[in-house]
């Protein structure tokens, strides 16, 4: 049987390729043929000191190495970060790709690049693709926000030596479909038995790739477990467990949501102390009303914690200003919402950092303090748009809670529900 299996494959001219499958939802927006090019934003754009990086997006064809490998060789500049955007393609690519980020010791993150000449509904359309590949450095904004890397991109995104994933954009897997160019139908034994084993070929490569980039085989055995038609989005504490994200703490980029209420925001996630879970909060400041600024701070309820807290904010600029109060609890989130003066807004601007201090007290009159320091790179020029969207829309909050949960708008449209 073996012998007549090997002397169909060789008389059948049978090239496969290896493709994690997108779904048509998940295609939409996204370039038929993966695209890269130089960036370059505002003062901080990607990071303290950072405004100039390489974008990495749309689906990985048959070509893309070669085109990444070519494209790298002439950026000297190896630790300029690799901003991705891809819902997948071509896994042998993206093995490729991913191994040629390794040897450059490459520092990858899950985003989103908007080209500031192109419309946002434009961004693929063959005009602003041609803007995208015709060389030198394009004026551009970055956001976390919705940012996907799915399926072969996956992949990719291992080779390099230094992963982020912002707690607003998303690594999701799942198993490849093997795809077969056929001249001559074989008899469907044979077909079936040709399948199984260049899967069971491709499978063995995929485990020996991820081993090879330093990753757990959770991984290859969670992908076993997802049909190619179905996507998982990697939880927090799966993108640390398994080595992909090791940050204990992660932020996303301050965005901007207009609309009826406008407001700015930032989601981030910071490991629990017991090391197995993540909690994920936001911060929300929106328009100004009567000279004061609301304010507010959504997060998950920390189970472990059984006393009453409180939680004090304070920035850079003058320790002195302080904002904060009691959380009351609401479903599995504990929020906070008040008002700050302009001094405090100022003094929030002109910062690095805010730094958040939730203090429990226990039931034995004992306290507990926490504290983190928020990122507040980007927040300075977000806010006179929020001003503008303001004064547009002629909004005031109508409820000083979140309209939704932290983190609940975090998970793009074209990635399905886990």
């Not at 090019?37 to 893309?64: F, S, T, V």
């Not at 056929?182 to 790739?209: D, G, H, N, Y």
């Not at 997802?226 to 998982?232: K, S």
């Not at 197995?276 to 004061?292: A, K």
Request: proline share 6%; aromatic share 6%.
């Amino acid at each position: 049987m073996l012998a007549r299996i090997l002397f169909l494959v060789a008389s059948l001219s049978l090239p496969c390729a290896l493709h994690a499958e997108e779904t048509a939802a998940e295609k939409a927006g996204f370039a038929p043929t993966l695209t890269i090019y130089l960036a370059r934003g505002a003062p901080d754009a990607c990071g303290p000191g950072c405004d100039r990086w390489i974008a990495i997006e749309g689906k990985i064809d048959e070509n893309a190495a070669a085109r990444v490998r070519h494209f790298l060789a002439a950026v000297k500049d190896t630790q300029r970060p690799i901003y991705l955007h891809s819902p997948g393609g071509n896994v042998e690519q993206s093995y490729l790709i991913g191994r040629l980020l390794r040897s450059r010791k490459a520092v990858a993150r899950v985003g989103r690049t908007i080209v500031t000449a192109c419309a946002a509904e434009t961004q693929v359309d063959a005009e602003c693709l041609k803007l995208k590949t015709a060389g030198g450095e394009i004026e551009a904004q970055l956001t976390t926000y919705h940012a996907m890397c799915n399926s072969a991109c996956g992949y990719l995104f291992l080779g390099a030596t230094s992963r982020e994933v912002a707690p607003d954009a998303v690594l999701a897997v799942h198993n490849s479909r093997l795809v077969l160019n056929i001249q001559r139908e074989p008899p469907p034994e044979v077909l079936a038995e040709i399948r199984q084993r260049r899967m069971a070929t491709a499978e063995r490569v995929r485990a020996a790739f991820i081993a090879a980039m330093g990753i757990s085989r959770e991984l290859d055995d969670l992908i076993r477990t997802v049909t190619y038609e179905n996507l998982h989005v990697l939880t927090r504490a799966e993108l640390y467990r398994f080595g992909i994200d090791t940050r204990p703490f992660a932020e996303g980029m301050w965005r901007l949501e207009t609309g009826a209420r406008p407001f700015i925001s930032k989601i981030a996630v910071t490991k629990t102390e017991n090391g197995s879970s993540f909690r994920t909060m936001e911060w929300r400041m929106y328009c100004e009303s009567r000279n004061r600024v609301p304010l507010m701070f959504a997060g998950d309820i920390d189970k472990a914690s059984t006393g009453k807290s409180t939680i004090s904010m304070t920035a850079d600029a003058d320790p002195n200003k302080e904002a904060g109060g009691s959380p009351v609890n609401a479903g599995k989130y504990e929020m906070w919402s008040g008002s700050v003066d302009r001094d405090m807004v100022s003094t929030i601007l002109a910062s690095r950092s805010l730094h958040v201090r939730q203090t429990t007290t226990m039931p034995d009159e004992k306290t507990d303090t926490t504290g983190l320091a928020i990122d507040l790179t980007g927040l300075a020029p977000m806010w006179p748009r929020l001003v503008t969207a303001c004064s547009s829309v002629a909004a005031k909050p109508k409820s000083p809670w979140p309209a939704i949960p932290p983190g609940a708008g975090a998970k793009p449209a074209a990635a399905p529900a886990q």
